[in-house]
Structures are given as C-alpha cells and as structure tokens.
C-alpha cells in the first residue's frame, strides 16, 4: 500500500491501484459468467478510463445515476446505457438531448409512475424520439419503484402503448439486503426475485416483450448472478470499501482507492489529527469513516471539515507528518468529493485521472 514516491504526493488525496482495479474486474465478469451479464453501476468511480477498460474487456453495458454520468460514460465508449433514476423536469429534456448527441448508443431509463410516463412520452413523441423505459420495481428497499402486482401490469403497458416509448424490462434493486451470511442474503432476496420473475412471465403471456432484467447491486451480486437471463449491476465492487469487507465476508474484492492522509497536529498524547476531513472521506456513516490498516485502535474523536482526530495508544511514535493510508468505509461518495484521483502503478503514482462525472453538468 505504501507509496515509493509518498514524500512527493500530497494530501489528503485518493489514491487508485490499477492493479487491484484490474483484478476486481476480472473478478466481477467471473463471477457475472461473462462480460454480457454484468451492468456496473459506474456511480462508484465516475471515470472514462474505467468506462474504456470495462469496453476494451468486453463490458459495454453500464448504468448511471445522472445524465453527466451517462455524457462520460457514453463519450468513454459504452454503448448500452440506463440512466436508473426516474427523471423529472428538465432531467427530460436532458435525457433527449444525450439520447440525440449519441445516436450509436443505446440509452434506457427508468419509469415507476403514470404521471412520469405520460412526461417522458409527451416529450420524446415532441422531439420525434422513441426512448426506452424500464420499469422500476420495488422488491423491499421501499425507495423508488411500484412493486409487482397489477398496478406494475399497468404501468408496463403504459409504456408499451405510448407511442414515444419502448419498454426496455425490469429494473429490480434489492439494496435493502444486508444480512452478512450468503445463505440468509439469499433467502431474504428469493421473495423478490420470485415476484419480478412472476411479473415478466405474466408480461411476456400477455404479449409484452421484456427484453432484459437488471437487478441488484453488490450485496446480492452472487445470488442474481446465478440467474439467467439476468443483468448484475453491482457498483462498489471495482473499488472496493471498508463497510462491505467488513458486512459481506463472502465477497472477495481488494481494497484499490486508499486515502493517504498525513498528520498534521498531535493535540495530545494519546491523540493525532489528519487532514481527512469530511471534505476528503465520505461522512454520511457513522464512525469509522476510514479504517487505519496500519493503526487498528485509531477511534474517531472529531470531526470536521479538513480535521479527523483519532485516539490511538501509538499517538507517540507518529510524528506530525508522517503519511497514514485509509481505507474510505463507504467509496462512492468518497470518490465525488475528489476532483481527481491518482493512479498508482508499480507501487508509485503514475497517473492523474480527472473524476469526470463528480460534476452534475458536463455538456448536456
Ligand atoms: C440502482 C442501483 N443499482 C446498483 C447500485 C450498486 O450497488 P452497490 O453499491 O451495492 O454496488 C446502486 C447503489 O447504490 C444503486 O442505487
């Protein structure tokens, strides 16, 4: 973990290793059966150049949670994109104008209300377009989604009939499951899956094409990867975090964007402050926010904008300067507070990717 070049690199900043990022991928179209079944979420790293490494191994696919998002992704190279996030207002137009400014690529989005529908036909029947919806459902998380039933039914036939729009299928998140065994993981998320799979049979007999399935994230990867005709779109897996290494034992990722942060005052002898801050480690979880492999009893005092205070008993051996690495608990919203990240190879920082689609605006 420790740089060859850390006297030169400074911090707090998010260090990204390009050798761990190759291996969670390889791991993630293993585990997925092919590079065909998987959809990552590109939430979790925001960057072209993961987007062009996913297409140069054969994973075209992605999904995305804002319309800068799916700009990057789609100048990266994806072909296949669905922006999963019900869009309203002016996001409708937004999605229009990515859809027109990439003709070569697929683009899909997500749809769970009448109302909404009836926005995305009106507008793409107007802009001359026919878009893609998947219909969300809710199989337990209870964010967005309608659950399936008859009111789903009738909202894919909505889609279905309005002239502006194809259905694209099911979108089923199921990031609600938590439980840390595999085996309890798996029976908590059978009723779900049992209800999208009922729903798309009852769709398919009354002669409505669901041409796809996209359900869940990390958590459940290993249980929708076994089904077929199924997309996986798990996220955090190509970085990794401390939270799901410590809540999902039976996942194996290797931890690949590390905060190096440095001490910057000792504020007592059994206290350090870094410069980690909540503007350079993700703050919406409690403490620990970021885990020491170096210092396992660092616990979490203060906390403020640039500060982190830790007590530790080794507070004396660590000198104000001397770097520390953190693994973030929770990496996706860490990685948007970094306006750009560095990428270790061979041990030292080699490259300087901007984090693209950190900004809620690019072109579009
Ligand atoms: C709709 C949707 N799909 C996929 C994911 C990826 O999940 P994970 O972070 O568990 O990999 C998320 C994460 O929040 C999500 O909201």
């Known amino acids: ?15 990204i290793y390009h050798d761990r990022v ?35 191994l054969g ?8 319309i800068a998002e799916g700009e990057m992704a789609a100048r990266a190279g994806a072909t296949d994109i669905v922006v999963a996030v019900p869009l ?20 899909a989005t997500l749809a769970d209300d009448a109302g909404a529908i009836a926005a995305l036909d009106q507008a793409a029947s107007a802009a001359g ?12 998380m209870e964010r967005t989604g309608i659950a399936p039933g008859p009111k789903a039914v009738e909202l894919y036939r909505a889609i279905a009939a309005a002239p502006g729009l194809r259905p694209g299928g099911l979108h089923a998140y199921d990031g609600h499951l938590r439980q840390a065994d595999l085996a309890e993981r798996s029976v908590a998320a059978a009723g779900g899956i049992a209800r999208t799979d009922a729903l798309r049979a009852e769709l398919e007999r009354a002669g409505l094409p669901v041409p796809r399935v996209i359900a869940g994230g990390t958590p459940s990867f290993p249980i929708h990867a076994r089904r077929a005709g199924v997309e996986c779109s798990p996220g955090t897996t190509i970085f990794w975090d401390a939270n799901y290494a410590k809540s999902f034992p039976d996942l194996e990722f290797l931890p690949a964007a590390v905060l190096l942060t440095r001490v910057i005052s000792r504020p007592g002898s059994n206290r350090l402050c870094l410069d980690l801050g909540h503007k350079a480690v993700a ?3 409690p403490h620990p926010r970021a885990v020491f492999p170096a210092l396992p009893d660092a616990n979490a005092v203060v906390h403020s904008e640039e500060h982190l205070v830790v007590e530790t008993a080794r507070a004396a051996d660590l000198p104000v300067g001397t770097a520390l690495y953190a693994i973030p608990r929770h990496i996706c919203p860490t990685v948007a507070l970094h306006d750009r990240v560095l990428v270790v190879r061979g041990g030292r920082v080699a490259e300087e990717w901007p984090v693209v689609a950190r900004a809620r605006r690019l072109t579009i």
């Open 88 to 107: 309203v207002g002016p996001n409708v137009p937004r999605l229009l104008a990515l859809i027109r400014a990439f003709p070569a690529v697929k683009f």
């Open 59 to 66: 994973v075209t696919k992605c999904k995305c949670a804002t």
């Open 283 to 285: 703050s919406e979880m």
């Open 129 to 140: 377009l026919v878009v893609e919806v998947l219909l969300d459902l809710d199989v337990g």
């Open 1 to 15: 973990m420790r740089l060859s070049d850390e006297a030169a690199v400074p911090s707090p900043s998010l260090l």
């Open 22 to 56: 190759e291996e969670n991928l390889r791991r993630m179209i293993a585990m997925a059966g092919g590079p065909a079944r998987l959809r990552p979420h590109l939430k979790t790293h925001k960057l072209p150049q993961i987007i062009a490494r996913q297409v140069a």
